[in-house]
Every structure is written in structure tokens, then in C-alpha cells.
């Protein structure tokens, strides 16, 4: 199949009418905000309440549509798995996203979607990733050293979104970027911070001008850079896009590039920023768990100074194990949105075709009946016989199906290489005083910025 069929699916959903869906329970909440600001200000709590009242199939309105949510594994399976090709992400995530990461993996459907995640792809095999590595690793290593030598309190979450950002930056488009490093960097923090604040037009002085401003800027940089890299080569992720071909032979066009560029450095930054400050505020509130990664990280026999290797990260599995539960308990984007591309049914209820769906993983990452006790940090239930019997769609903090993130064994190298040098150097304990409170909606991030106490270990 050529790039010429698929370039423009014609898919044009319209939003099912409101009266379509008075026969599923639900509580629409209050005449033109909904339940927004039930969700803004306690997802989980909303959805709960939701559910224990009206079952694992409602009716709310939030953002100003009305939507079913549909809850639990099989939901999540229903959704994400799609064989049926029932559900669009295109027009799921495009109130949120379209504007500012137009066209990014997550932002495409079905043919469309597979061919350009198959020329992507290229840019996370072995050998990539091993420079991706090499990258990340020194960076990591800088940064802890950095800690190490200026211990005590720190506001760790705003500490760990300059890491990612620079880590992406670093590994993403390569160390010789000079000046304009920072230029980038800040037209990226404008775009994520536009991507969810709730003037949705970019009038004069609002967050949402800075982020059409900041995507110019990624635009112009990226469209420049484009001709420059090809001829040049390189090992960092731009370059390997700038190479990359479709099954036909065909380059990524520059547009295409400059969208999964963009929405790759997005994705790579602020979910693992969430996920790597939720996961240290779990070492820190569970000081056995932390010696015991400690003792697998000591166990490596890697000297402070010497560098990470694959089969180093290969020997963590208690360290994947924590930031498996550490996503459980704070999945990084706790709700994803879909639109029925045709009538389904689910539960029972028939749903019409433009209907905004959307699954939790957060509720479903928190069901007693799955995850007993499941407020409790226990990394132990992934090992390999606790997952034997789950459900395959229980967890899923990556998505799943298709729409699979690209990205997570990437995730999972940052994580264990971040693991290796923070606890091979650092403990860290909760600041005295203080219980970290989560905003979780619409990636979960510690309110007070998660205030910590690091401290050099021998």
C-alpha cells in the first residue's frame, strides 16, 4: 500500500446528538460546564462517585460534549485492542491536541497510522537506542552528581521536568544543537502548558498564544534543520527521522517529521516526567523498597563513574518492577479519549456512532477486586507469577493495542538508568511535615511541586 491512499482517511464523525444517549445512566452536572469542574478537581474521586451510582457505563459532560465513559479491563480491551477499527483516536484526542500536535502518532488512525508508526519504528531499534542510551546516561549522570553535591531539600518535580527536557533534547535531536537548545526548549513548555488550559483560542496574552507562537518556532527550527540532517546523518532521533522511509521507498515528508518530532518530544518529556516524580515520592514514602532497589543497583557492581550498560539495565527487574507500580498507582495520562466511528454496543447499551468514549485507567488501575488493597505501594505484583492471571488489559499506563506507546521500552531504559545513578548516589525521604497532594488530571503532578529531603549515600 502506498503513502497516496492512506494520506487523507476520509473519516468525518459527527458528534452523537445529546438525546441519543438519555437511555445510559449519568449525571450531566450543571448547564454549560458539566462535570468539569468535578473532574478538574478530583478525577478519581468523579469517576468513583460515578461509578458506585451509576455502574461501569455512564452518561457525563465535561468540556462541553457529552460522553460515555466506559470502565474496566474489558472496557480498556474493547477500546484499545479494536479489531473492528470502531473507535478514532484522530477525533478523540483532536480537541486536545489538534492544535497544538497536529498529525502526531497518537493523533492518526488505522492504515495511516500503521504505516507511519512502521517508518517511525526505525528510530527505537537496537542500535538507536543504544545511542539513545549512551545519551541519556551521561546526562542522568551530570544531573545526580549535581544533587549529590548540593543535598537537603529540593522540590523535586520541576527538578525532574528540566531533566526530561533536557534529556529529550540531548537524545532527541543531538548534542550539537547549541544556542538554540533553549529556544527550543521553551517553545516546547509552552505547547505542553497550551495543550490543556481552558482558553481554548489563542487571544492576545493567553497560555494558548504562547503555545501557537512556540509551535511556530518548532516549525521553523525543525523545517531548517531538515535538509541539513539528511545530508549530514546522525545517531539521535531527529536524524533517524529524517532517514526514515515509508514501504514504498519514500522519505517522511518535512511536515511529517516536523508532527512526530513534535509530538514525540512531548510525549517523551511530560509523561516521564510524571512517571519518574510519582515513582521517586514512592521510594521515598517506602524506604524499604528503596534499600531494596538499592541493593539491586549496588548488586550491578558498576562503579560510580563508569558508564550503563544494556545488560546492566537487563539485571534490574525489581527496579522495572517499582515503576511498573508506581504508574499503577498514578497512571500518566489517567483517561483516554476515542470516537465510535460506527454504532457499537458494550454492557448492554447500544452507543451511536460519533459518540466521544472514553476508558480509566486510572478507575481500573485502582480496582480492589484486580489490585487488592491497591492505595499500597507493592511492587511485587509484577512479578512474573502475580501477572500470570491478570487480565491483559488491567494495566495499561502505555495504552495498548495499535496505539501501543512507541516509546515505552525507552520509557523503561530511562527509568532504570535514572534508578542507577540516583540510588547508587542519593536516598531521599519525605520532607518532614509534609504529604505530597496529586493533581491528576490532566497528567498527574504533585501540587506542592513534591517537597523532598536528598541526601548522599556512601
Same mark, same amino acid.
Given at each position: 500500500?502506498? &503513502?497516496?491512499?492512506?494520506?487523507?482517511?476520509?473519516?468525518?464523525?459527527?458528534?452523537?446528538?445529546?438525546?441519543?444517549?438519555?437511555?445510559?445512566?449519568?449525571?450531566?452536572?450543571?448547564?454549560?460546564?458539566?462535570?468539569?469542574?468535578?473532574?478538574?478537581?478530583?478525577?478519581?474521586?468523579?469517576?468513583?462517585?460515578?461509578?458506585?451510582?451509576?455502574?461501569?457505563?455512564?452518561?457525563?459532560?465535561?468540556?462541553?460534549?457529552?460522553?460515555?465513559?466506559?470502565?474496566?479491563?474489558?472496557?480498556?480491551?474493547?477500546?484499545?485492542?479494536?479489531?473492528?477499527?470502531?473507535?478514532?483516536?484522530?477525533?478523540?484526542?483532536?480537541?486536545?491536541?489538534?492544535?497544538?500536535?497536529?498529525?502526531?502518532?497518537?493523533?492518526?488512525? %488505522?492504515?495511516?497510522?500503521?504505516?507511519?508508526?512502521?517508518?517511525?519504528?526505525?528510530?527505537?531499534?537496537?542500535?538507536?537506542?543504544?545511542?539513545?542510551?549512551?545519551?541519556?546516561?551521561?546526562?542522568?549522570?551530570?544531573?545526580?552528581?549535581?544533587?549529590?553535591?548540593?543535598?537537603?531539600?529540593?522540590? %523535586?518535580?520541576?527538578?525532574?521536568?528540566?531533566?526530561?527536557?533536557?534529556?529529550?533534547?540531548?537524545?532527541?535531536?543531538?548534542?550539537?544543537?547549541?544556542?538554540?537548545?533553549?529556544?527550543?526548549?521553551?517553545? %516546547?513548555?509552552?505547547?505542553?502548558?497550551?495543550?490543556?488550559?481552558?482558553?481554548?483560542?489563542?487571544?492576545?496574552?493567553?497560555?494558548?498564544?504562547?503555545?501557537?507562537?512556540?509551535?511556530?518556532?518548532?516549525?521553523?527550527?525543525?523545517?531548517?534543520?531538515?535538509?541539513?540532517?539528511?545530508?549530514?546523518?546522525?545517531?539521535?532521533?531527529?536524524?533517524?527521522?529524517?532517514?526514515?522511509?515509508?514501504?514504498?521507498?519514500?522519505?517522511?515528508?518535512?511536515?511529517?517529521?516536523?508532527?512526530?518530532?513534535?509530538?514525540?518530544?512531548?510525549?517523551?518529556?511530560?509523561?516521564?516526567?510524571?512517571?519518574?516524580?510519582?515513582?521517586?515520592?514512592?521510594?521515598?514514602?517506602?524506604?524499604?523498597?528503596?534499600?531494596?532497589?538499592?541493593?539491586?543497583?549496588?548488586?550491578?557492581?558498576?562503579?560510580?563513574?563508569?558508564?550503563?550498560?544494556?545488560?546492566?539495565?537487563?539485571?534490574?527487574?525489581?527496579?522495572? &518492577?517499582?515503576?511498573?507500580?508506581?504508574?499503577?498507582?498514578?497512571?500518566?495520562?489517567?483517561?483516554?479519549?476515542?470516537?465510535?466511528?460506527?454504532?457499537?454496543?458494550?454492557?448492554?447499551?447500544?452507543?451511536?456512532?460519533?459518540?466521544?468514549?472514553?476508558?480509566?485507567?486510572?478507575?481500573?488501575?485502582?480496582?480492589?477486586?484486580?489490585?487488592?488493597?491497591?492505595?499500597?505501594?507493592?511492587?511485587?505484583?509484577?512479578?512474573?507469577?502475580?501477572?500470570?492471571?491478570?487480565?491483559?488489559?488491567?494495566?495499561?499506563?502505555?495504552?495498548?493495542?495499535?496505539?501501543?506507546?512507541?516509546?515505552?521500552?525507552?520509557?523503561?531504559?530511562?527509568?532504570?538508568?535514572?534508578?542507577?545513578?540516583? =540510588?547508587?548516589?542519593?536516598?531521599?525521604?519525605?520532607?518532614?511535615?509534609?504529604?505530597?497532594?496529586?493533581?491528576?488530571?490532566?497528567?498527574?503532578?504533585?501540587?506542592?511541586? =513534591?517537597?523532598?529531603?536528598?541526601?548522599?549515600?556512601?
Amino acid at each position: 500500500m502506498s &503513502m497516496q491512499t492512506v494520506v487523507s482517511p476520509a473519516i468525518t464523525l459527527t458528534p452523537a446528538k445529546r438525546t441519543s444517549l438519555t437511555h445510559i445512566p449519568g449525571d450531566e452536572g450543571w448547564p454549560i460546564v458539566g462535570r468539569t469542574l468535578a473532574i478538574l478537581a478530583d478525577p478519581k474521586g468523579e469517576v468513583e462517585r460515578m461509578a458506585a451510582k451509576y455502574g461501569p457505563v455512564y452518561r457525563s459532560r465535561v468540556l462541553g460534549e457529552t460522553s460515555i465513559t466506559l470502565l474496566g479491563p474489558e472496557a480498556n480491551e474493547l477500546v484499545l485492542f479494536d479489531q473492528s477499527r470502531l473507535f478514532s483516536s484522530t477525533h478523540g484526542w483532536e480537541t486536545v491536541l489538534g492544535r497544538l500536535f497536529p498529525r502526531g502518532l497518537m493523533l492518526l488512525d %488505522f492504515d495511516e497510522h500503521r504505516l507511519h508508526r512502521r517508518a517511525l519504528s526505525v528510530a527505537f531499534k537496537s542500535g538507536p537506542m543504544k545511542s539513545y542510551l549512551a545519551a541519556l546516561d551521561a546526562g542522568i549522570a551530570a544531573r545526580v552528581a549535581q544533587w549529590r553535591a548540593q543535598p537537603g531539600p529540593i522540590l %523535586f518535580y520541576p527538578a525532574m521536568k528540566q531533566l526530561t527536557l533536557d534529556l529529550a533534547a540531548t537524545s532527541f535531536l543531538g548534542t550539537g544543537i547549541g544556542p538554540d537548545v533553549d529556544a527550543i526548549t521553551r517553545a %516546547f513548555v509552552d505547547m505542553v502548558a497550551a495543550a490543556v488550559t481552558p482558553i481554548r483560542q489563542p487571544l492576545p496574552g493567553t497560555q494558548m498564544a504562547r503555545g501557537v507562537k512556540g509551535r511556530a518556532r518548532i516549525v521553523a527550527y525543525f523545517s531548517e534543520q531538515i535538509p541539513i540532517r539528511r545530508a549530514k546523518g546522525g545517531e539521535d532521533l531527529f536524524s533517524q527521522l529524517c532517514r526514515a522511509t515509508h514501504e514504498d521507498g519514500a522519505l517522511l515528508s518535512t511536515q511529517d517529521i516536523v508532527d512526530h518530532m513534535s509530538f514525540l518530544m512531548m510525549a517523551a518529556h511530560d509523561t516521564l516526567t510524571s512517571s519518574l516524580t510519582s515513582f521517586v515520592a514512592a521510594l521515598a514514602a517506602n524506604p524499604q523498597w528503596q534499600d531494596k532497589l538499592r541493593e539491586e543497583v549496588n548488586a550491578l557492581g558498576v562503579a560510580a563513574d563508569g558508564p550503563t550498560t544494556s545488560d546492566h539495565l537487563e539485571a534490574m527487574p525489581l527496579a522495572e &518492577m517499582a515503576f511498573k507500580e508506581a504508574m499503577r498507582m498514578k497512571p500518566p495520562v489517567p483517561s483516554l479519549p476515542r470516537r465510535a466511528t460506527r454504532d457499537f454496543s458494550f454492557a448492554g447499551y447500544a452507543i451511536p456512532a460519533g459518540t466521544l468514549v472514553g476508558i480509566n485507567p486510572l478507575f481500573t488501575h485502582h480496582m480492589p477486586d484486580i489490585w487488592p488493597d491497591p492505595e499500597t505501594f507493592d511492587p511485587s505484583r509484577f512479578t512474573d507469577e502475580a501477572q500470570r492471571g491478570r487480565h491483559r488489559f488491567a494495566w495499561v499506563p502505555f495504552g495498548g493495542g495499535a496505539h501501543m506507546c512507541l516509546g515505552l521500552h525507552f520509557a523503561y531504559m530511562q527509568a532504570k538508568c535514572f534508578t542507577r545513578h540516583f =540510588l547508587q548516589n542519593l536516598s531521599v525521604s519525605l520532607q518532614p511535615g509534609t504529604t505530597p497532594d496529586w493533581q491528576m488530571w490532566p497528567i498527574p503532578k504533585p501540587k506542592d511541586g =513534591l517537597r523532598v529531603v536528598l541526601s548522599p549515600v556512601a
